[in-house]
């Protein structure tokens, strides 16, 4: 029983990337991220063990445990770390301390605030250890890719494998079936996240290769995946409409600041429009 719910908590912790909660769409999402890069999957079931195990030791709440709310983050740092960091025994020692602080935020997190963490306790922990190793000069992998040109399909697909930050067009197909499977009546805005929000940044950006990379897309695909989950969000369509353009225009500016944007432009949106509706049921009426 315990291994069932052991390996059930692994499953549902991949799923909740795309913010699921199901074994089967965990499956995929770990066969997408083995057809992006086979040693990402490695990393990232290393720091889900080590955070549900840390989880489990602070006697958390087992549904959640079980839910894999406190995997995922995990999860995603087990990821981004390991594409931006060299193979290392530091790295591997990051990836283990970084995995126990996305559980101890979370924690925090569901104990001080009534706004869902999403992927909050993965970015803060990600940009503390980025920053920790910055300053004691700790060498980060080098990318320079380069572009003359980009295409809709491929930079669709891009974007949708980078919800799990994979650059696969595979990947992609198989995250975009996942999320299919899991969120049928979502498809059209998905699928309108990620057209727009290229389309936008080819108007916004000149660099065609962090188009094709699906780099401003990701971030507009997970909003609308929270967006349509929030009874109230969801009957506003123009919020819906604008949210792709909105995400570009936050991952732009992080950019431009030479910060790792991860998934921030998105928690950003999201906790913006919350916070302008609490304020809103705040205001006396009359």
Request: hydrophobic content about 60%; overall charge positive.
């Amino acid at each position: 029983m315990v291994k069932f719910q052991w390996i059930s908590s692994t499953l549902n912790s991949f799923a909740q990337i795309g913010f699921q909660q199901n074994r089967f769409i965990g499956l995929l999402f770990m066969l997408a991220i083995v057809a992006g890069a086979p040693i990402l999957l490695l990393s990232s079931l290393i720091t889900v063990q080590i955070a549900n195990l840390t989880a489990s030791l602070l006697q958390v709440d087992k549904t959640l445990l079980n839910s894999g709310i406190y995997g995922y983050n995990a999860a995603l740092l087990g990821i981004a770390l390991a594409i931006w960091l060299p193979l290392s025994p530091i790295t591997i020692m990051v990836l283990i301390i970084g995995a126990v602080m996305t559980v101890i935020i979370m924690a925090l997190w569901l104990k001080l605030f009534c706004f869902k963490p999403y992927s909050s306790p993965f970015i803060v922990s990600s940009w503390l250890v980025i920053a920790a190793l910055s300053a004691i000069d700790y060498p980060f992998n080098a990318f320079s890719v380069t572009s003359s040109g980009w295409s809709l399909p491929e930079a669709v697909l891009n974007g949708i494998a980078q919800v799990a930050f994979q650059q696969n067009e595979l990947s992609g197909v198989i995250i975009l079936i996942a999320l299919v499977i899991s969120r049928w009546q979502c498809t059209g805005w998905i699928l309108w996240a990620a057209v727009s929000s290229s389309l936008f940044a080819d108007i916004l950006v000149t660099d065609a290769a962090l188009i094709q990379q699906g780099f401003f897309c990701f971030n507009a695909i997970l909003a609308i995946l929270v967006l349509l989950s929030n009874p109230s969000f969801k009957k506003r369509w123009w919020l819906l409409f604008l949210s792709p353009f909105a995400c570009v225009l936050l991952s732009q500016a992080f950019l431009g600041m030479n910060i790792i944007a991860f998934t921030a432009p998105f928690v950003l949106l999201v906790y913006s429009l919350l916070i302008i509706d609490f304020l809103k049921e705040k205001q006396p009426s009359g």
